[in-house]
Each structure stands twice: as C-alpha cells, then as structure tokens.
C-alpha cells in the first residue's frame, strides 16, 4: 500500500537557523498538508495546499514558514529562522479528493537547541 | 469556534472488557468525524470515519448531533488495542482536521 514519507525522522537545529522538512505524498494525491504536535500537546493544523497553493493557513503559520512543491512529487516545510518553540513533531498528509480521507507520514521530530 | 474535546488522556481496561473512548465536538455547520489511531512509533491511520459507517477492528462510532458527540465503542477490547487514539473534526471540503488531544488506551492481559 503506498504510504506518505518524511525525511528526515529526526532533525537536531540551532536557534535561528533554516531548516527545510522534506513530504513525498502518495502519487495521485491532490491535497497537502501539514500538521505538527508540541510535545504533550495536540496535533495542530499548519497549512493546506492544493492546486499549487495554499488553499488554507493556521494562525501558527507565519511569515517564518513556508511550503513548497518544487516537483512533482516533492512537498516541503521550511522554517526560515527556527525558535525554540518550533520543536515539534510534524507530520505531511496527504489525500486524493475531496471526499476522502487524509493519510498521514511517519512525522519529523525537531529539535531546536 | 470548532473544538474536540477527549475527556480522558488515559484509560485502561482488561483484556475483553469493552471500551468506549469518548469524543465531543462542537461546530457550527455539518462536520465530519474520524477517529485515527497510533500505535507504538507508527504514523497516525485512519480507524473510522462517520460517514462510512463501518466496523474496523471490532470498533464502531456513532455520530450523535443531538448531544455532539463521536464516541468510539468496542465490546470486547484486546491486548493489540494498546495505542493512543484521536478524535478529529474536519469543516470543509479542504478538509483542515481539527484534532482531540487524545486518549492513550493500555489493554492490561
């Protein structure tokens, strides 16, 4: 069964420095997003991407974030200058229409010392 | 404002005792309910969502609107059961989930 995967699983960054979390969604899927979940806390919704843009944004995704689908099969988070309050489990999802339900990846744990 | 709310972040049963984990929700307009569960260091999957009305792994919910609520019920709970299960609501066609905090389920032999 074809499954979303992110890389890295674990990423350990310096305040302050870019870090770029990589999403390769299932092939035909359509719908894109991104969730994180802070330790102890619950999943949160950062942002949605459809049609080459973001279709919906979070109050936690500001001007430090970005997404990308530079290819075609690509979908990327980057985090221009990471705070400590960044650190977080973040998970890619991804679904084929609108009907359907969202499939989840593994998650990229990062760490910001 | 839309909210799910999983009153507990812990139960724990025995082995063939039934299960009910709970999930309230409030939203304004027609939402769709899901429970994903997550097993020891695996990704969050689908369990169940309301509009499909099945059965998965001896586990049913049903979408009360009346008391707004989505709770997920098995008979006869099982050791593999153990794992941590979320409640979502999803608004929109473009389909942000809007996550409970969970409820971490131990199911003693």
């Known amino acids: 069964e074809p499954e979303v995967t992110q890389t890295p699983s674990h990423q350990v960054t310096q305040m302050g420095q870019e870090v770029i979390l990589r999403c390769v969604p299932i092939s035909n899927h359509l719908y894109f997003y991104w969730y994180r979940q802070i330790l102890g806390q619950k999943v949160e919704f950062l942002v949605s991407?459809?049609?080459?843009?973001?279709?919906?944004k979070s109050e936690i995704f500001d001007d430090q974030f970005s997404v990308e689908r530079p290819d075609g099969s690509n979908f990327t988070l980057k985090i221009r200058s990471t705070k400590l309050e960044d650190s977080a489990m973040y998970f890619c999802?991804?679904?084929?229409?609108?009907?359907?339900?969202?499939?989840f990846g593994d998650g990229t744990r990062l760490s910001i010392l | 404002a839309q909210r799910v709310t999983q009153p507990e972040k812990l139960l724990s049963v025995f082995k063939g005792a039934p299960v009910e984990l709970k999930c309230n929700y409030s939203?304004?307009?027609?939402?769709?309910l899901f429970w994903y569960v997550q097993y020891s260091r695996q990704r969050l999957q689908l369990l169940l969502r309301?509009?499909s009305r099945e059965s998965i792994k001896g586990f049913t919910a049903d979408l009360n609107k009346g008391e707004t609520s989505f709770h997920l019920k098995k008979p006869f709970a099982q050791e593999e059961d153990s794992a941590m299960y979320y409640c979502?609501?999803?608004?929109?066609?473009?389909?942000?989930?809007?996550f409970g905090r969970g409820t971490q389920l131990t199911v003693w032999p």
């Open positions: 979502a609501l999803s608004g929109s066609t473009l389909g942000r989930l809007y």
């Open positions: 939203y304004s307009g027609s939402p769709e």
């Open positions: 999802a991804s679904k084929r229409e609108e009907n359907q339900p969202q499939h």
């Open positions: 309301h509009i």
């Open positions: 991407f459809y049609n080459n843009e973001i279709s919906e």
